[in-house]
């Protein structure tokens, strides 16, 4: 052993130390995975909740600018699952490296699929961007026609008690 080279407990240390490191950084890709995507769909579905009220045009941009910000939270997402599953890499090498030094009691993390639950994310962000866009680009032309005076959900829920009471003497 050199100088400046640590002992076998020391290297022990000195790997624990980076395998919490490297978890905490793991731990915050995953965290991140899935909160900035449940974000994004949330103020999405507020947006075109407030824009769905008789106005085409608004409705076809949000369309477009929101299948636009899909397709850059997926690839977000892929970021943050790539970074978690190097993470998870080194987490692997250390727990190895810890095993070799005589620690066998060392439990070890599952991995995660290559092709499983944030793989799944990432192709349903990336197909929601597409048929965004492409509802935006192709929008019917029924959506284009101002709306006439329909009664809209609220007043048809007023009047259905009054219609059934109605029916039913």
Not at 33 to 41: A, E, N, R, S, Y
Not at 71 to 97: P, V
Not at 138 to 151: G, H, I, V, Y
């Amino acid at each position: 052993m050199g100088a400046g080279e640590p002992d076998a407990a020391g290297e022990r240390a000195l790997l624990i130390e980076q395998y919490k490191m490297v978890e905490k950084r793991r731990a915050y890709f995953g965290r991140m995975f899935w909160q900035i995507p449940g974000l994004f769909v949330a103020i999405f579905a507020g947006f075109l909740g407030l824009i769905n009220q008789g106005q085409p045009r608004a409705l076809k941009l949000t369309c477009f600018v929101g299948g636009a910000i899909f397709f850059l939270i997926s690839w977000i997402a892929h970021r943050h699952r790539a970074s978690q599953d190097e993470c998870e890499r080194l987490l692997s090498q250390i727990e190895d490296r810890i095993r070799a030094l005589g620690l066998q009691a060392i439990i070890c993390l599952p991995r995660s699929k290559r092709y499983g639950a944030r793989t799944a994310v990432v192709a349903a962000l990336l197909t929601c961007g597409f048929v965004l866009m492409l509802f935006a680009i192709l929008q019917p032309e029924a959506l284009n026609q101002p709306r006439e005076n329909s009664p809209g959900l609220s007043k048809s829920i007023a009047t259905a008690p009054a219609a059934h009471a109605t029916a039913t003497r």
